[in-house]
């Protein structure tokens, strides 16, 4: 049996990254990262441990001067190039799945 992922609430992302929490917010908010799911009954956002690799990521392209737009324009890029890549591994799979 394999686990659950981890999930982290917000107070644990900045107690990792030493990011505020308000940057943590306007990140979401502009859409660079992603809540995984909402905690029922507090709402509180949640995130995959896939937030850590994004945030240095974002951190990366800050340091080279580029605006929020500019690195949301390059994450959904990255985003849309590893979606295709998982769409054709799925689709190799399927394929030789099926040949005898």
């Given at each position: 049996m394999v686990p659950p992922p981890k999930l982290y609430r917000i107070a644990?992302?900045?107690?990792?990254?030493?990011?505020?929490?308000?940057?943590?917010?306007?990140?979401?908010?502009?859409?660079l990262i992603r809540e995984a799911e909402r905690m029922p009954?507090?709402?509180?956002?949640?995130?995959?441990?896939?937030?850590?690799?994004?945030?240095?990521r974002i951190l990366e392209m800050k340091k080279q001067d580029k605006?929020?737009?500019?690195?949301?324009?390059?994450?959904?890029?990255?985003d849309?190039?590893?979606e295709s890549q998982m769409l054709e591994s799925q689709m190799l799979e399927t394929q030789q799945k099926g040949t005898p």
């Open positions: 644990e992302i900045v107690h990792h990254t030493k990011l505020s929490r308000q940057t943590i917010h306007n990140y979401t908010t502009f859409g009954g507090s709402n509180y956002r949640l995130y995959g441990e896939e937030v850590f690799h994004r945030l240095n605006k929020m737009h500019e690195i949301l324009s390059i994450l959904r890029e990255e849309a190039m590893l």
